[in-house]
Nanobody, 124 residues
Framework: QVQLQESGPGLVKPSQTLSLSCTVSGGSITATYYYWRWIRQPPGKGLEWMGTITPSGTIYYNPSLKSRTSISRDTSKNQFTLQLSSVTPEDTAVYYC????????????????RGQGTQVTVSL
């Protein structure tokens, strides 16, 4: 069974950089046929796709967030990370890392396994 666990600070100040990590167990982030995503859900809104990293390391970003988003991975730790710079209160959301079969597309909120999510609040 694949398990994903997000970690990072729950409170970030405006203009700072939000940094989250996702630790994966039960499956390799370099395994063929699966994408690894960051998704978020602001309060009262739907899921928003932020970015995807492929088994080969190719990264796709949501165009609306691309200028502020950076996704990377550490294959030795089976982790991938998210950095979102210049955050504002509008970036307050529950952030999820997730796995998706490639058939779901590289730029989608669909997944088959997801972490429990971590609440990130942007506030002074």
């Amino acid at each position: 069974q694949v398990q994903l666990q997000e970690s990072g600070p729950g409170l970030v100040k405006p203009s700072q950089t939000l940094s989250l990590s996702c630790t994966v167990s039960g499956g390799s982030i370099t395994a063929t046929y699966y994408y690894w995503r960051w998704i978020r859900q602001p309060p009262g809104k739907g899921l928003e796709w932020m970015g995807t990293i492929t088994p080969s390391g190719t990264i796709y970003y949501n165009p609306s967030l691309k200028s502020r988003t950076s996704i990377s991975r550490d294959t030795s730790k089976n982790q991938f990370t998210l950095q979102l710079s210049s955050v504002t209160p509008e970036d307050t959301a529950v952030y999820y890392c997730a796995r998706s079969p490639m058939g779901k597309g590289s730029k989608s909120v669909e997944y088959d396994y997801r972490g429990q999510g971590t609440q990130v609040t942007v506030s002074l």
